[in-house]
Structure formats: C-alpha cells, structure tokens
C-alpha cells in the first residue's frame, strides 16, 4: 500500500520551488491468515533524513494506523498538541496546523467526486490512498472506488408500502402555477416518506405472537402449572397468585401500557403495584364499600368509586379529589383521548367527569335503574351500557337520548364486552345465552348455550375472549369469526372461591382475575400484541418521556362534542352547506348629509345609522311573521277542506289535537 504525500501543502510559501515528492511504502498483509492483524508497520530504514514536513505527516499517519518506528528514529508529538511560549510561536504553530489539515478524496464509478475534510485523519480504502490540500488536487491521482460494496438504500416490498399508502399518488403535470405545484410536490413526497417509514417500521417488527403446539392432545387438558413448566423463566414468573381473604371479592384494572396493575377489594382494601416487577406503589383502606376502580391517563392517578361519592388518588395512595357531584356509583369507564371519566349509579344516571379541568360535561337521565355494567368502543368513545330489560344502550354526552339500542337478551343483561377494533359485541344474559354481534350491522352473529351464566367478558387485543364464570375461567379463540360453535381454546378452574371479574393485560400474554380469595395471573399464549407503538404507549416510557406524552395528550384532547357512532368522524372535513343568496340580509348602504352646528358630528351620526338600522330590522321582522301566517293560513285552509270530504269519525273528538 502506498501513501502519495504531496509536501506542497505543508508549511513554507508557494513561492518557493516545489520540491519532489516522496513515496513512503507501507507495508500490508498479503495472506488472508495476515488479514486479522489491524496494524500497518511503516518501513523507514534506520538512519534515515527525514524532514520535518515529512514526520509532521508520519505523526498524523501514526495516529490512524498505529506505524511502529524504527530504531533510530523518534516519535514526535502530534502538532495539536506543542505549546509555545511566545504569542508569536503560537501564532506560527497555529497556521502550521491550519496547513497541515488534509482532505481524502475518492471518485465513485459514476463519475461523481466525494470530499471528507478532517483533522489529522486519513481515510482507509482497499487500494490507494490520496493525501494533500483539497484545493490542490489537480492532476493527481485519484482512487477509483467501487460503489458495490457500499451501503445501499433499504429494498422496502411495494406491497408494504402500498399498505400504508393515504392514496393514490397525486400528479401535478396540468398545474401550471409553480408555488402551487411546488407545494403540492412537497406534500405528496412527505405522505410518501411517511408512507416509506411506516413500512420499515412494520418491517422490523420481528416479534411473533405467543401460540400452544401440543400436537393432537386437547388443550383442555392443559393447566396453568404445565404451561408455567414449559415457558422461559422470564414468562414464568408472570404466573402467581396473591392470596388476600378478608376483603374480597377483588376487581382489577390493568394500564393502557400494561406495566401497572390497580387491585381494589369490595371491602375497602385499594392497591397499585408494579405487577413485573412486584414492587408494591400504594395500599390503603378506604373503611368503605368499592363498587369500582380504573386507572386514569396514566398510572399517576386512579379513580376509586366507593359507597358515597367517587375519589381520586395519586401514585402513592394520597386522596387528591372528593368528587361529591358523582355519587352511588356502580360502575366506571375511562375515555383517555377525551380525558373523560364516565360513570353510572344507580338510579340511572350516566354522567361524564372531565378530569382535566374538573367539571362535569354532561349528565344524561336513562331512566332505567339497576344497571350492572358500562363498557367503552375503543374507536369511538361510545358507552354501552347493559340494563335489566335486555336491552342495550349506546351514550355520547351530547345527545340525550341513546345513540342506538339493541334488544340483546329476553332476560336481563349480565355483562357485555366490546372487541379492540370496535367492531363486535359480546354480551351474555342470565338466561345463559353467550352471544355475538357485529356492530357495523348491528344483528348476532353468533349465539351460544352455557351451563352458567357469565358474570365477567373481556376481549383480549388479538381476539380472545375470557369469560368468567363462578368457579372457572374459559378462553375463547377466533369467536367473532367462526360460524359454529367454538370450543374454549383454555380452561382455568379456581376451587372454594368465586371470581368477580376478569381482564387482559395489554402487550401481555396474561389474564388477570380477581375473586374472593384474592387475584390471580393466568398465562394465556397468543391473547397479547407483541408490538407495541411507543408513542401511543410506552411500557418502558421514563419519567421524562411519561411528562411529555402527558402534556402532547393535553394538547391533542378531542372534544365530547365529537363522540359518535361513526369511527371515521375525526378523519373527514367539514363542509358547510352555501346559502342562498336572496335568504342572507344584505347590508344597508346609508348616505347622510352634512349638516352644519353640530349636527355632523361623529356621535349624532352614528345615531341617526342605528335608527335606521333598527327600523330596516323590524321591517323584514314583520314581513317574515307576514309570510309565515300567511303560510299558516293556507295549511289550515287545505286542512278543512280535505276534512270535509272524509266520512265522519265518532271516534275523531278523543283524537288528541295538535297545538
């Protein structure tokens, strides 16, 4: 390997006659057993007049691939770092390492040159190496590189990017104004890199969902100790139990990052724990009745639904809020992109708590008492709420009145249980119906006939869905979409006690449950989304980045007025239907005269236009009421008229009139 060191550059005048170049050989390894050895040895014979110029470029060289000098020859210091004492020589040493700053330069097989400016550094190739001042690389030469062995842009599959495509690709060829092309171009080429970046992320998402492969045995027979004896140890330990006798039955209530686990028992026993790593984060007693719990935005607060009113507690188990505007609550939902916090009591009020500021939006009369549980459409922030009559009734906060209701069961509604994508409706009645429906055509799509009735549904992200009986657990898999009757993909049966609810704990392959005796976490492999988004929710989010997606939710917050049973409400434009014209008032043009004394003055003049203005006003109010009696007028007429030609009616006086 040779070094071509061009000593034009270093130091001196270019007045001075160039000198000759000199070629230093460094020698490198032939065979591929030689290949492993990283360090060059430079080959200077002993004794040897060496310049100063030229050991200032033996120092730069030295100091990249590690040149062993011969004896006789010393090593000098690398120019950044002599000291000078005089200003002087510090000002001559300061040009002399301006100078000595080298640039590598290569062309590529296209043709195209490509420059690395550097300090003291010299870019490696397998070939030849050209030193010198980048302003002085005429008529030298050059490396040819080969661009083969270069990194290269990622091959992402059309197909994969099509999928994540907004559109067709819009052409702006028959746009003749240029800032409105340029800007159009601009815009199609972020949504196609937006497009690009949403494929390489889909493409690194390597994790698998979890499965059971146990060949021709039925998975009835497995149990949550043969499956504990067959995972990793990292799965294993996410299987246990917590035996709390005194104050169940307990409810539990998972975060949306999955990584927090919120117990509360009916007697009044509250705790919040990081369940992966079993670090306790509060416990309390509340000495009161716990009709319910949930988390809210994030695992720094939880609502606690007790006896009277509803509370709210920070990390620690400190009470922050007494919220006395919602009281004998049975049962709560927390919407986390409308940070609203709805609950129903009762006596059949369903009411909506914006916990951001405090207030309540909204309070809706159902009419209908005795309700036993309210879930949320995780699409559309609508709220289903199960009544003792069967039927079932869709909320928003803006209509009084339900959105839709479905006559789910002929007996009452024992609980109910909507699907991730928002698309399908679990409900189960006491009279042991378990039944399906598919919420884009609101009819069943399945029904089928247990021994018990339910008292807890949950779907899990992928699907499955846990249906908790009073001594046992079943699994289900692939229930919305299967025509016939579905076995239970799991069975977990719990001996002297009864279960009060169950969950799934999101980005997990685990369902929690929570009974009498206490609760427990149930392995169930392939219910969990192995990719999570982390700007969506982040189990290993820091405290830093936990406050900033706190604050970006704040400013993101959808308004209660935009909850509706459409998903896609959010995703369409306004447009505000043109009015006609002749309907909208057109303003008055008022010409007055210049009077003199005092009567042009600015206020007298904007008097006399007011007046006018009225007057204006009331004449279309009357030619309005004009129109609309006589209009009045003429339906009446038309009323008798086709009342006399009718056969007379005995009944027709009990008829109840329209006012």
Known sequence: MSFFIDRSGIGGSSLEEPRPQKVIEISAPESPADEDQNDLTMEIPSGSDLEHEDRQVVTALNSVTNIEFPSGVKKRKPLGVLKSKSRAARLKDRKSIQSTRKSVSWKSSEGSERILDSDDRVAETEGMFFCGDSKKRKNKKVFEYDESNMMTKMDIPEDLINKYQS?????????KQAKVKHQLEKQESKLSEAAEKAAKVDMFMSEQPGYIDIGDEELLSLDQDT??????????????????????????????????????????????????????????????TVNDLCWLHNE????????RWVYIYDRAGVELHALRQLDRVKSMQFLPYHFLLATMNDLGFLSYLDVSI?????????????????????????IYSAHPNGVVNMWAPSSNKPLAKMLCHLSAVATLAVDKTGNYLSTCGIDRRLRIFDLRMYRPIHSFKLSVSARSLDFSQRGMLAAAFPRNVDIFKGVCESESAVKPYLTHRLHRTQIGNVEFCPYEDVLGVGHHMGISSLLVPGAGEPNFDALESNPFATKQQRREAEVKSLLDKIQPEMISLEKNLLLKVHEQQPKDIASVPQPLKISLKKKA?????????????????EDERRARAQEVNRKRAKEEKLKKHVAKKNSETQPFDPLARFATKNK
């Open 167 to 175: 559109g067709s690709k819009f052409h702006s060829s028959h746009i």
């Open 300 to 307: 720094n607060m939880f609502a606690v639904a007790q006896k």
């Open 358 to 382: 405090g207030r309540v939006v909204s309070t809706l009369a159902t009419g209908l008492k005795g309700v036993r549980e309210i879930k949320q459409n995780p699409q559309n922030a609508v």
């Open 227 to 288: 499956i504990q004896k067959n995972v990793d140890i990292s799965s294993a330990e996410k299987r246990f139990d917590l035996s709390l006798k005194q104050f169940g039955p307990y409810k539990v209530n998972y975060t949306r990052n999955g990584r927090y686990l919120l117990i509360g028992g009916k007697m009044g026993h509250v705790a919040s724990f990081d369940w992966n790593k079993k670090s306790l984060c509060s416990e309390i007693n509340v000495m009161e």
């Open 597 to 613: 004394r005092g009567g042009n003055k600015a206020m007298k003049r904007e008097q006399k236009k007011s007046g006018i203005k």
